[in-house]
Nanobody, 121 residues
Framework: QVQLVESGGGLVQAGGSLRLSCAASGRTFSRYSTGWFRQAPGKEREFVACITGSSVSTLHADSVKGRFTISRDNAKNTVYLQMNSLKPEDTAVYYC??????????????WGQGTQVTVSS
């Protein structure tokens, strides 16, 4: 029903910024809440941020609050994650997902392939 493709990952120095994009296909995309999750080697996939379909509400994990901002543009079928003041511990594969407005992995039905973010010190 919904296909998601992340882009914008790469290598950045600590303190730098990066903006991730998630391009979605499917005419019902605006009905879904969207989340960003990340997974570092050897660790569980963890919640980063989520946003309701109409952008009325957002949630950000404590670890990224004040540094990362989730947003979406339904006219472009795209979700964004603006990442500022990046830290080495932000290094992970970042995944975009569509589903319910929740912080848990199981609440999402559709997932992108992921994009690597590496923050050097």
């Amino acid at each position: 029903q919904v296909q998601l493709v992340e882009s914008g990952g790469g290598l950045v120095q600590a303190g730098g910024s990066l903006r991730l994009s998630c391009a979605a296909s499917g005419r019902t995309f605006s009905r879904y809440s969207t989340g960003w999750f990340r997974q570092a080697p050897g660790k569980e996939r963890e919640f980063v941020a989520c946003i309701t379909g109409s952008s009325v509400s957002t949630l950000h994990a404590d670890s990224v609050k004040g540094r990362f901002t989730i947003s979406r543009d339904n006219a472009k079928n795209t979700v964004y994650l603006q990442m500022n003041s990046l830290k080495p511990e932000d290094t992970a594969v970042y995944y975009c997902a569509a589903g319910r407005y929740t912080t848990v992995v199981s609440g999402y039905d559709y997932w992108g392939q992921g994009t690597q973010v590496t923050v050097s010190s």
